[in-house]
C-alpha cells in the first residue's frame, strides 16, 4: 500500500496506513523502544520519551539532529520535527492488532521527496517483517523498487 498524498494548509500530507496482527504495545516498542529502533531505523533513536522531548538522527558523520517531540501520547501518537517538516505516527488497536498510521507533514514537496517517502515505506515493510518474527531481505533493492513508485505518485500529485 503506498501513500496517499493529500493538499493541507500548511502542505502536503503523505499518509501510510499499515494493519499489524500484533498488538498496539509490541508496535509502539519498535517506534520509541532504543533497542528495538535500530532494527528498522539504524540512525533513529529516542532521547526523551514525552511532549517536549525529542528523539535524536545520528548522521554517521559525527553529527547528531535532535528532533522535538511535539505530541506524545504512550502506545496511541507519536510526533515529532522531521527537518523542515513532522512525522505523525498513530496506533489504534482492531480486534485482530492493530492500525498504524504514519503522516508526514511536508511544507515544501522537492527531487528528495520521493526518497523519504520511499524510505519511510521501507521502514514500516521491515517492521511488519520483525513484528512477524522475520527478517527483511535486501532493503536497497525494495527502496529502489518504491523510489521509482513514489517518483510517478508525486509527478502524478504536482500536476493534478
Not at 59 to 84: F, H, Q
Not at 102 to 125: M, S
Request: charged share 30%.
Amino acid at each position: 500500500m503506498i501513500a496517499k498524498l493529500e493538499s493541507v494548509p500548511d502542505g502536503t500530507t503523505a499518509t501510510f496506513e499499515r494493519h499489524f496482527k500484533h498488538s498496539v504495545t509490541s508496535v509502539w516498542a519498535y517506534l520509541t523502544d532504543n533497542d528495538l529502533l535500530p532494527e528498522w531505523f539504524s540512525e533513529l533513536r529516542v532521547k526523551e520519551l514525552r511532549n517536549g522531548g525529542s528523539m535524536v538522527f545520528d548522521m554517521r558523520d559525527g553529527n547528531l539532529i535532535e528532533m522535538r517531540i511535539t505530541a506524545c501520547k504512550p502506545a496511541s501518537v507519536l510526533e515529532y520535527s522531521w527537518g523542515e517538516d513532522k512525522v505523525r505516527f498513530e496506533l489504534d488497536a482492531e480486534p485482530e492488532g492493530c492500525r498504524l498510521l504514519l503522516i508526514e507533514t511536508i511544507g515544501t514537496l522537492t527531487d528528495h521527496t520521493p526518497k523519504d517517502l520511499a524510505g519511510w515505506h521501507v521502514c514500516l515493510d521491515v517492521i511488519a517483517a520483525l513484528l512477524d518474527g522475520g527478517v527483511f531481505q535486501d532493503r536497497k533493492r525494495a527502496w529502489e523498487q518504491q523510489y521509482e513508485t513514489y517518483v510517478a505518485l508525486v509527478e502524478e500529485y504536482r500536476l493534478s
